[in-house]
């Protein structure tokens, strides 16, 4: 395969890669290295690609492991600990990130509270609009963990917006 795949991925995909790491790194400038170090990794392993998936799903794959793998060298005893997301100050992203998928900034600020698990599970399925198949093999899950995670995670999401006198449609 040549260079064409990964320019057609990137066009198709890059942005939307670029906000999910966004959502869990929370800096712009990291999130573009992290979403560049992904589409690489799917350049020279796409003999790899064995179609199980549809190809976002498979650079979604990639993008969580990237991901991880970040949190695991910049963290290591959280990691080890299980905690590998990021807790940055509670404050709002930047104006232009902002215009991602979320409808208010209550709503991503009570995402940030969450679980690193209920976090990724909520952003994939509602954010990102994958189906549970799909997250599955993103996350490395089986469905049914993807679905009662996903449940626990509403619940716990619901909580933390009611916490913050926020309701969302979201949620519906």
Known sequence: ??????????????????????LMV????QAEDLTQETFIKAYRHQERFKQQSSIKTWLFSIAHNVTKDYFRK????????????????????????????FQTEQLYR????????????????KLKEFST???????????????MTLKRALVAL????MHR?????FLG
Do not use: C
């Not at 963290?75 to 940055?88: A, C, F, V, W």
């Not at 009570?110 to 399925?125: D, E, N, T």
């Not at 799909?134 to 679905?147: D, G, I, M, P, Q």
């Open 74 to 101: 910049k963290h290591p005893l959280q990691h080890y600990l299980g905690l590998t997301m990021e807790e940055k100050d509670d404050q709002p992203m930047p104006e232009q990130i902002v215009v991602m998928n």
């Open 133 to 147: 198949a799909e997250t599955a093999f993103v996350l490395n899950w089986s469905e049914s963990k993807v679905k």
């Open 110 to 125: 009570a995402i940030q509270q969450l679980k690193p698990s209920y976090k990724h599970v909520i952003i994939l399925r």
């Open 1 to 22: 395969m040549e260079h064409k795949n990964l320019t057609k991925w990137f066009d198709a995909y890059g942005e939307s890669v670029l906000t999910y790491i966004l």
């Open 158 to 161: 619901k909580n933390e917006l």
């Open 26 to 29: 929370r800096d712009y400038q």
């Open 165 to 169: 006198g926020a309701t969302n449609e």
